[in-house]
């Protein structure tokens, strides 16, 4: 079997949700931190209050998601400015 040189065919490809993942404008930075802030300091928050374990996990889990939105907007930027 061989594979012609060329252009890819036409038709159904799968989608890149790589792409859909990356965070590539300063707005997102901003509201990933402003997660992670809220996020870790909610959760240390209603630690301390005496919260319920969903309610303390939530909280984490939205601070982590922040760190991680702001982690992928510099390795992404990273990979930008190595391009050009």
């Not at 989608?15 to 931190?33: A, E, K, N, Y």
């Amino acid at each position: 079997m061989t594979h012609s040189a060329g252009p890819p065919t036409r038709g159904r490809r799968r989608p890149d949700l790589r792409h859909w993942l990356r965070p590539r404008s300063s707005q997102m930075l901003v509201f990933g931190f402003c997660m992670a802030v809220g996020g870790l300091a909610g959760g240390v928050r209603s630690a301390l209050d005496g919260k319920g374990i969903w309610t303390i996990l939530g909280t984490f889990g939205l601070g982590i998601f922040g760190v991680l939105v702001v982690v992928g907007y510099f390795v992404n930027y990273e990979d930008r400015r190595g391009r050009r």
